[in-house]
T-cell receptor, first 113, second 115 residues
């Protein structure tokens, strides 16, 4: 049973374009939704995170949109740059209950210059 | 040391051999985790530890064991390696599992090949 479903598996975007990665979850008890960014040969690093009490969070060119009723959240990268080329993972956890993060399968983003 | 270190960086191992992957953090984090990353499968939790002296099983614990004798170290042992354990292994830590905005910090990974 896959609790966090991520799509697409890969994405190619032109420089300056908008990259959109989507995730859906099943467990309504999840209350913490981070996105991690991983460059080749490196470990993942936290990019941005959201709690379900807000519908959107923006940090620079990165925005999380959250739809609690649909049990979906997405990452939007505005003005995508070649340096954004990486693998992105969504994740979810029941932070209040102290459960571990459950990760999506990842999206490999390539931004062409 | 700054953050999380893992050793070795990479290893080729014969099937049936015993192997311990090392992980050390210097952030005094309570919680530590081991993940394996496989193409198309993302990051899957193997074992975790909420605090020194305690451990728990994740999604894919079979064939692996861990110990947490102190806060800083969290070794992962493959008692008898099999080819399906070929993967990239990441150690991670967080201040406390369940804390608000519980950011996990990842190490650089160990690439393990079992032949």
């Amino acid at each position: 049973q896959q609790q966090v479903k991520q799509s697409p598996q890969s994405l190619i975007v032109q420089k300056g374009g908008i990259s959109i990665i989507n995730c859906a979850y099943e467990n309504t008890a999840f209350d913490y939704f981070p996105w991690y960014q991983q460059f080749p040969g490196k470990g993942p690093a936290l990019l941005i995170a959201i709690r379900p009490d807000v519908s959107e969070k923006k940090e620079g060119r990165f925005t999380i949109s959250f739809n609690k009723s649909a049990k979906q959240f997405s990452l939007h990268i505005m003005d995508s740059q070649p340096g954004d080329s990486a693998t992105y993972f969504c994740a979810a956890s029941n932070d209040q209950a102290g459960t571990a993060l459950i990760f999506g399968k990842g999206t490999t983003l390539s931004v062409s210059s | 040391i700054a953050g999380i270190t893992q050793a070795p960086t990479s290893q080729i191992l014969a099937a049936g051999r015993r192997m311990t992957l090392r992980c050390t953090q210097d952030m005094r984090h309570n919680a530590m985790y081991w993940y394996r990353q496989d193409l198309g499968l993302g990051l899957r939790l193997i074992h975790y530890s909420n605090t020194a002296g305690t451990t728990g099983k994740g999604e894919v614990p079979d064939g692996y064991s861990v110990s947490r004798a102190n806060t800083d170290d969290f070794p992962l042992t493959l008692a008898s390696a099999v080819p399906s354990q070929t993967s990239v292994y990441f150690c991670a830590s967080s201040a406390q599992q369940g804390a608000p905005y519980n950011e996990q910090f990842f190490g650089p990974g160990t690439r393990l090949t079992v032949l």
